[in-house]
């Protein structure tokens, strides 16, 4: 549960990560919601990154709940603080930590975490270890891709490309480019009890975020994919890659779809024991 962040701790990697959430917040609102988040729970954002997925969270549990958004990433935890403080949400904390050194003061409602168990070398070890921080009867819900998914239609040649290299680059660095089809099977490895799992999906024209979005995803993945895809940066050429990827959709008329959003949750039996320091 170390940092092994492979795409990398850049400010462009940073800006990235919040257009990301800014596309797929609807989808994980929509998701957060049938997992069970409800006003009033205590809740613990795992991998918060800068701080997107706790002010959605905040919202979701109200005044009267509260959520503590956890990242190994010192830097990107000072932005969240910064982003929660000028968003003017006070139910929100954020501390810098190791998931695997992480204590709770008190057992929270649930766990939550969008597009970090991916990250992880050993996810279902995660899990099981955080579990421990919930009460028993608590909820835990993870959010992943399915990056195969992620497509044009109709299909065109350099938006294809890049989400090959993308995928390719995952597998080589022994990661699970549809990691969102294993969460369920990983929470019931922890020994939770699954309650459920759902998907939704964004798409968007030549006109939306899309273009800038799968360029900048390749421009932080593209150490691995230089190391791993047998592929030049002549051939990438990332500078003017959003350029390309607007003309291609507009000539095509395409629709960009991004990966596939995931989620199942589970609740944690009453026979397994709560840490707390």
């Known amino acids: ?38 006003p ?3 809740v613990l954002d795992v991998g918060c990154g800068a701080g997107d997925v706790s002010m959605l969270l905040a919202e ?34 954020f501390v810098h930590a190791d998931l695997a050194d992480l204590r709770v003061e008190a057992p929270v409602d649930a766990v939550a975490g969008r597009l970090v168990l991916f990250h992880l070398k050993q996810p279902a070890a995660a899990v099981r270890a955080l579990s421990r921080l919930v009460r028993p009867g608590g909820l835990m819900t993870f959010q992943d891709f399915n990056s195969t998914r992620a497509r044009t239609v109709p299909p065109t040649p350099l938006a294809t490309k890049c989400t090959e290299w993308i995928i390719s680059a995952f597998r080589a660095v022994g990661l699970t480019p549809d990691l969102g089809d294993q969460i369920a099977p990983l929470l019931r490895d922890a020994g939770l009890i699954v ?24 421009r932080s993945v593209m150490p691995a994919v230089l190391a791993h895809c047998q592929v030049t940066e002549a051939e990438v050429d990332i500078e003017t890659l959003t350029g390309r990827l607007t003309q291609e959709f507009k000539e095509a008329g395409a629709t960009f779809w991004m990966p596939e959003l995931a989620a199942a949750w589970a609740r944690v039996p009453q026979a397994m024991a709560v840490e707390s320091c």
């Open 40 to 42: 009033g729970m205590r």
């Open 195 to 218: 309650e459920g799992a759902a998907s939704a999906t964004i798409a968007g024209p030549a006109e939306s975020a899309m273009p800038r979005y799968l360029a900048d995803t390749l």
């Open 60 to 93: 979701l549990v109200g005044p009267q709940g509260t959520v503590t958004g956890v990242d190994v990433n010192p830097a990107i935890v000072d932005l969240a603080r910064a982003r929660t403080a000028e968003a003017g949400l006070a139910n929100v904390s």
């Open 1 to 38: 549960m170390t940092d092994e962040y492979v795409l990398g701790r850049t400010s462009a990697e940073t800006e990235r990560l919040q257009i990301q959430a800014r596309l797929l917040a609807p989808n994980s609102v929509h998701l957060f919601r049938l997992a069970g988040i409800t």
